[in-house]
Antibody
Framework: QVQLVQSGAQVKKPESAVEVSCKAS????????ITWVRQAPGQGLEWMGG????????NYAQKFQGRVTITTDKSTGTAYMDLSSLRSEDTAVYYC???????????????????WGQGTLVTVSS | QSVLTQPPSVSAAPGQKVTISCSGS????????VSWYHQLPGTAPKLLIY???KRPSGIPDRFSGSKSGTSATLDITGLQTGDEADYYC???????????FGGGTKVTVL
C-alpha cells in the first residue's frame, strides 16, 4: 500500500517562508513524479508544480515561479515544497501526490495523481 | 477562473444518474489525457478515473469517464448517498506547461 505522509500544520507570518515535507512509504518514489497541489479554504484544486526524481527535473506553475521550490531527497524518499514571500492568500491545505508522467521529444508531462498525502494546513497570519 | 470549465453543482435522487462535464481546449483536453478526482469533505482528493476512461483498482464500474474533442465527461450511475462529494477534472496543458483543473462540481444526492 502506497502512503505519502506529510509534515504537520504550520502557522507563518506574512513575508516568511514555509517548507512542507512528504515522505513516501518504503522510502522510494520509484519511477514516479511528485507534484504539489494546494486548496484554499472553500476553493478548488490548484497545481503548484512537480518534480521527476529520476531526472531531477522540475515544472512550476507560472503563478508560483520564483516563489516555489520543489526538491527531493532520494536517500530518504522525501519530497519538499518550499514557498517564500508568504501572504494571507497562501493560507491553504497543501497536498503532495504521486504522479505518473510521460515523456516525448518535447519534454515530460504530468498525467495522473494516483496517491495523495493527507494534506498540510499552512496558515499565514500576522 | 479555472482553465477547465465544470458545472458548480449537479444533483439527482438515489439510484439515478448524474453527468459532470469538463470543457477545455485543444491545448489541454484536446491533446492530453484527462483524469477525475473526488474529494469527500475534509479529506484528500482520490483518483477516480485516469487516462480518460480507466478506473483504478477498487473504483466501482458505476463511475465511467469519456472524452470527445475538447470535452470530457464523468458519469455516475446508481447514485448513492456516499457519492456526495466534490469532483474535479484535470489534465496537462501544453501551452501553459502545467497541470490544470476544473473548478470542481459538487454532487448532491437528493
Amino acid at each position: 500500500q502506497v502512503q505519502l505522509v506529510q509534515s504537520g500544520a504550520q502557522v507563518k507570518k506574512p513575508e516568511s517562508a514555509v517548507e512542507v515535507s512528504c515522505k513516501a512509504s518504503g522510502g522510494t518514489f520509484g519511477s514516479y513524479a511528485i507534484t504539489w497541489v494546494r486548496q484554499a479554504p472553500g476553493q478548488g484544486l490548484e497545481w503548484m508544480g512537480g518534480i521527476i526524481p529520476v531526472f531531477g527535473t522540475t515544472n512550476y506553475a507560472q503563478k508560483f515561479q520564483g516563489r516555489v521550490t520543489i526538491t527531493t531527497d532520494k536517500s530518504t524518499g522525501t519530497a519538499y515544497m518550499d514557498l517564500s514571500s508568504l501572504r494571507s492568500e497562501d493560507t491553504a491545505v497543501y497536498y503532495c501526490a504521486r504522479t505518473t508522467y510521460y515523456c516525448d521529444s518535447g519534454g515530460c508531462y504530468y498525467r495522473n495523481f494516483d496517491y495523495w498525502g493527507q494534506g498540510t494546513l499552512v496558515t499565514v497570519s500576522s | 477562473q479555472s482553465v477547465l470549465t465544470q458545472p458548480p453543482s449537479v444533483s439527482a435522487a438515489p439510484g439515478q444518474k448524474v453527468t459532470i462535464s469538463c470543457s477545455g481546449s485543444s491545448s489541454n483536453i484536446g491533446n492530453n489525457y484527462v483524469s477525475w478526482y473526488h474529494q469527500l469533505p475534509g479529506t484528500a482528493p482520490k483518483l477516480l478515473i485516469y487516462d480518460n476512461d480507466k478506473r483504478p483498482s477498487g473504483i466501482p464500474d458505476r463511475f465511467s469517464g469519456s472524452k470527445s474533442g475538447t470535452s470530457a465527461t464523468l458519469d455516475i450511475t446508481g447514485l448513492q448517498t456516499g457519492d456526495e462529494a466534490d469532483y474535479y477534472c484535470g489534465t496537462w496543458d501544453s501551452s501553459l506547461t502545467s497541470v490544470v483543473f476544473g473548478g470542481g462540481t459538487k454532487v448532491t444526492v437528493l
